[in-house]
């Protein structure tokens, strides 16, 4: 089983125990959306281009404007 393969088995598995706990439907493709974006923010703030980007605590990524002159 590829590293890929395991990492959507245990989201699956966290997706479906939430399932039942509330009665609802799992909700594997939210788990993995988020999961997707918040892997892409981490490698985002560990590169050389970190300091180009403006995070916001609602999770909203912006380009920086660096060197921008309001006018």
């Given at each position: 089983?590829?590293?890929?393969?395991?990492?959507?088995?245990?989201?699956?598995?966290?997706?479906?125990?939430?399932?039942?706990?509330?009665?609802?439907?799992?909700p594997t493709q939210e788990?993995?959306?988020?999961?997707?974006?918040?892997?892409?923010?981490?490698?985002?703030?560990?590169?050389?281009?970190?300091?180009?980007?403006?995070?916001?605590?609602?999770?909203?990524v912006m380009p920086g404007?660096?060197?921008?002159?309001?006018?």
């Amino acid at each position: 089983m590829s590293v890929g393969d395991e990492m959507f088995r245990r989201i699956q598995s966290t997706a479906r125990s939430a399932a039942a706990k509330t009665g609802r439907s799992a909700p594997t493709q939210e788990y993995l959306t988020r999961h997707t974006l918040e892997s892409f923010l981490d490698r985002l703030t560990r590169t050389t281009h970190a300091e180009d980007f403006v995070f916001y605590a609602d999770g909203w990524v912006m380009p920086g404007l660096v060197g921008a002159v309001a006018g």
